[in-house]
T-cell receptor
Framework: AQSVTQPDIHITVSEGASLELRCNYS??????LFWYVQSPGQGLQLLLK??????LVQGIKGFEAEFKRSQSSFNLRKPSVHWSDAAEYFC????????????FGKGTKLTVNP | DAGVIQSPRHEVTEMGQEVTLRCKPI?????LFWYRQTMMRGLELLIY????????DSGMPEDRFSAKMPNASFSTLKIQPSEPRDSAVYFC????????????FGSGTRLTVV
């Protein structure tokens, strides 16, 4: 069955520090990959997506993610975190050419210390 | 574009009452999804429609839940009768794969059943 794993439930970083959020997926074929962010009481906002081509994807708010097929990973990174980045981050996967269902990981909650 | 519009934003109802949640997808999007978010289960796909036709309702928890999409610009999720365990945030999302736009989420409806 298709699955998405975000191994870190909660991460705390200091403002200005670098950030990496991990995401691993289990799929039989090359997937479409997404990262979403959810602020408290809000909906989900798309940060970036990977469909094909360059495996390093740039998104909004200074985020980037790298697709590594050999590791079945799509980790999210930011070189310098801002206090406003505190939120919950979700990795999501959809199978290319397959069902339109988007499968989400359990999310990683990010706390930013001043 | 106003994005995906959900109503109401908050709903408090008594156990046994009927609850109807509404969603207006982005114009031109041909797929619509209903998700439920809880602390315990995270984001769960309940049902999705393609061109107004229900494609996969395997996530609908039981017969008390039903969803309709009478036209391309409107969908409802109904719970009858409601139970306290239905308390959650319900999100609607839409997408158009011809534009590879990813999924756009509404702001959600926070349902509390007392």
């Amino acid at each position: 069955a298709q699955s998405v794993t975000q191994p870190d439930i909660h991460i705390t970083v200091s403002e200005g520090a670098s950030l990496e959020l991990r995401c691993n997926y289990s799929y039989g074929a090359t997937p479409y990959l997404f990262w979403y962010v959810q602020s408290p009481g809000q909906g989900l906002q798309l940060l970036l997506k990977y469909f094909s081509g360059d495996t390093l994807v740039q998104g909004i708010k200074g985020f980037e993610a790298e697709f590594k097929r050999s590791q079945s990973s799509f980790n999210l990174r930011k070189p310098s975190v801002h206090w406003s980045d505190a939120a919950e981050y979700f990795c999501a996967v959809n199978q290319q050419g397959g069902s339109e269902k988007l499968v989400f990981g359990k999310g990683t909650k990010l706390t930013v210390n001043p | 574009d106003a994005g995906v519009i959900q109503s109401p934003r908050h709903e408090v109802t008594e156990m046994g009452q009927e609850v109807t949640l509404r969603c207006k997808p982005i114009s031109g999007h041909n797929s619509l999804f209903w998700y439920r978010q809880t602390m315990m289960r995270g984001l769960e796909l309940l049902i999705y429609f393609n061109n107004n036709v229900p494609i996969d309702d395997s996530g609908m928890p039981e017969d008390r839940f039903s969803a309709k999409m009478p036209n391309a610009s409107f969908s409802t999720l109904k719970i009858q009768p409601s139970e306290p365990r239905d308390s959650a945030v319900y999100f609607c999302a839409s997408t158009s794969w011809t534009h590879a736009s990813g999924y756009t989420f509404g702001s959600g409806t926070r349902l509390t059943v007392v």
